[in-house]
């Protein structure tokens, strides 16, 4: 498998592909329009990125020919300057418009009052009534997502190697006192640099960094961002997190550490968790289904006594965001296969001690696994 | 009508306040419950900010008594560190999970069968799918925002302070070669230390600023901030823009101005805004339709031969956000009440010249409206 990083946009070749792949299985599924509405899916299918709010972007694919993209007139140059492929644009005013003139009823003069139309899981009831066909839901391009492309393994290639010099950045910086306001400003500053480096126009609208940590007060529960002054401190467990979506394509790499010493309590729950990530990067291949892997994991942490110590899965889906579909879950039945991309991350968290926790990010490949973060993880070498 | 400045968190009077109205109009509505998912909809009623991802939050709002609140396990112990006012967690370990533990099996459980279900107009398709009873499309959260109570009025009123100030330092540190990076950072640090000066233990995950600027060859494509090199240049019009959620609450100042000079061609245009903007102070007053108050600006615009320069309306609605409704907008035939919020900044568009737009945040008030963002805005005082 070719690991070489990429840095440039998209050709158009790539988004042609895209949508060609994404036709194909609209045919298999009998469908005469798809309708897009959730922002990474369209970013997917245009390099163009919008955020929801009430002027609505939605994207029209067509069994065969070119999608239609219904935007607010307001945003038409800012598409023409960042839209890839071939793409049909359709304006509308203002929302809301006088009647007639709303985004809605561009919407439904597109697909007309027949056929089958796919939609998302995540499709709006406004959208879903501007639909006059029969409407199936269906997550064809979440589905193909999974499935990265050499372009785009490229791009994360990359991406794994800003974070992993961010992290290794942010571990050669601590120090008891360190805010996380520091922390967060220089592996930004560090990854921004970059990317610009690569690419003068990366698109910040593309773009959303996430680089934080927690000190052992808070690292057992691991979505508490709520104190602007957290600092590091003499112990830990700390959890440092680069979780990173840079100019289109996302990254994780986690780290548990600790300043000077390891706490007594410590060091049992960082061993085990040692032991279930090693345990899902030897899981992870082609062929074996990511509940397989996630409930192995469970019953690991659970033979060690730690069952009442979990909050989370063993990873999650990596691409166009940070944060995505497939999952190394026990509710998801999907089977790996060669070109998806995870994290992986099994934690276990302890009120009163803390949280211990690794990311990577990964590629399956037709023999196994490939890391696309790298740093060292063992206890010795994350005492600092 | 009082306009002393607040900070603190809301009192669990103010929200059981919010939840009493949004009941008594599912009543007049005949709804046995309110599913909300919109994570601005849920701030409302919680004090708890959430961001859309794969592991949804959804809140249950029965005819009478304390809400449900259906959130992953992971994130427990963050909820209850925000949420304010009574509520009931219902967790679900993880997305997906295997059969019966899902988000939506906690849902369907909890709404049951039958009755009439209000959801909003941008409920997603997989929540409307675990909704076995009547399912009712109403804003009602939506319209209540709309009516700013006197807390809130008074957190606008400091969020308007705030950003009045920011926007003053950025037109005094104006500079030929400024760059975007570095307005956008002086902005931001001084409305962050505002912010935790007034309290320590702001949320991060309801605060959003964008305090960038335009140079002339970009602000006649208004939402265009993809040149993370875009410095201001002798000249204009430069468009600076402080759009701010700050700790839960938004406000939004805009100014236009020149460096040095101000080109020939850019002061009819700057005037001809002028007037519309008065035009807009003037006319905003309770009774009078929103939909007139965009109708007699856009015929001002028209009047002048600018209506080709128009790109959107002539104000939106302010409250937990800093964009939402109402909207003086030609298609919102809703009537202007008093303790309503706008911003006033009706737009022309020139390629090749650039845009002029100011943009102050008001309060509808019995008599007229009243100011929450303060500044110059003369072709003088904006020629720097």
């Not at 397989?292 to 033979?303: I, P, S, T, W």
């Not at 211990?356 to 023999?367: A, E, G, P, Q, Y």
């Amino acid at each position: 498998m070719e690991l070489t990083p990429i840095h440039h946009p998209p050709h158009p070749e790539e988004m042609a592909g895209r949508l060609s792949r994404l036709q194909a299985e609209m045919a298999t599924q009998g469908l005469d329009w798809y309708v897009s509405f959730q922002p990474d899916n369209i970013y997917y299918l245009t390099n163009f990125a919008n955020f929801v709010h009430e002027r609505p972007f939605v994207l029209l694919i067509p069994a065969s020919g070119i999608p239609v993209f219904v935007v607010p007139k307001l945003e038409i140059p800012h598409v023409e300057s960042r839209a890839i492929g071939a793409l049909t644009l359709l304006d509308y005013f203002e929302f809301p418009a006088p009647e007639g003139g709303n985004w809605f009823d561009r919407v439904a003069e597109v697909l007309g009052q027949t056929g089958r139309v796919g939609v998302e899981s995540v499709c709006q009831l406004q959208i879903l009534e501007a639909i006059k066909g029969a409407r199936v839901r269906t997550d064809i391009i979440d589905d193909l997502r999974m499935m990265k492309t050499p372009y785009e393994v490229g791009r994360m290639v990359r991406a794994g190697q800003i974070a992993s010099a961010a992290m290794a950045d942010m571990l050669a910086t601590t120090v008891p006192g360190r805010s996380l306001g520091e922390v967060t400003a220089a592996a930004n500053r560090l990854i921004y640099a970059a990317m610009v480096a690569d690419n003068p126009s990366i698109n910040p609208q593309a773009t959303k960094l996430t680089s934080v940590f927690h000190p052992a007060q808070y690292s057992h529960d691991p979505h508490n961002f709520g104190d602007l002054d957290m600092r590091m401190q003499e112990g830990g467990p700390h959890v440092g997190i680069i979780n990173a979506v840079m100019d289109g394509y996302g990254t994780e790499i986690e780290r548990t550490f600790f300043l000077g010493h390891v706490p007594e309590a410590a060091r049992r729950p960082y061993d085990v968790m040692m032991q279930a990530r090693a345990l899902v990067f030897e899981l992870v291949k082609p062929g074996v289904s990511m509940s397989e892997v996630d409930a192995e994991v469970n019953a690991l942490f659970r033979a060690a006594g730690y069952g009442q110590n979990l909050l989370h899965r063993a990873g999650h889906g990596m691409g166009v965001t940070a944060h995505e579909a497939p999952f190394l879950a026990e509710g998801d039945r999907r089977i790996l296969k060669a070109g998806m991309s995870f994290t992986v991350e099994p934690g276990i968290y302890f009120p009163g001690v803390g949280g211990f926790r690794h990311s990577d990010t990964i590629l399956v490949t037709d023999s196994g696994n490939i890391r696309l973060t790298e740093g060292p993880d063992s206890l010795e070498a994350m005492t600092l």
